[in-house]
């Protein structure tokens, strides 16, 4: 089973940047997808980017766009999410996930689904006040 824990949330200003991490252990897989998802009470949880290993593929949330950015580093076993220009619609609660997968062929429909993936962390909280 994966084991994925998230770190870096905290409280920052509107236009502020911030960088959360993703450090997976226990994988048996080279060929996967680690998605960043956030929530909100009262909302569905909502993806915002994903990276492929081996080969970086990236995909990105419209909302996003621009603002954030994925990275992974191979040797930490770790996944970046870096949020600039935050703002406090970005508030919410930040997931990571993985799947296995054996082709990135549609990918860039699948990517957003959280029903996709198999392996969660337990989420840490980003908030932008208003």
């Known amino acids: 089973q994966v084991l994925l824990v998230e770190s870096g949330g905290d409280s920052v200003q509107p236009g502020g940047s911030l960088r959360v991490s993703c450090t997976i252990s226990r994988l048996t897989l080279n060929d996967y997808v680690i998605g960043w998802f956030r929530q909100v009470p009262g909302k569905e949880r909502e993806g915002v980017a994903c990276i492929t290993s081996p080969d970086d593929i990236t995909y990105y949330a419209e909302s996003v766009k621009g603002r954030f950015a994925i990275s992974r580093d191979n040797d930490k076993k770790t996944v970046y999410l870096q949020m600039n220009n935050l703002k406090p619609e970005d508030t919410a609660v930040y997931y990571c996930?993985?799947?296995?997968?054996?082709?990135?062929?549609?990918?860039?429909?699948?990517?957003?689904?959280?029903?996709?993936?198999?392996?969660w962390g337990q989420g840490t909280q980003v908030t932008v006040p208003s």
């Open positions: 996930a993985h799947t296995g997968i054996t082709s990135t062929e549609g990918l860039d429909e699948f990517w957003a689904h959280d029903y996709e993936y198999d392996f």
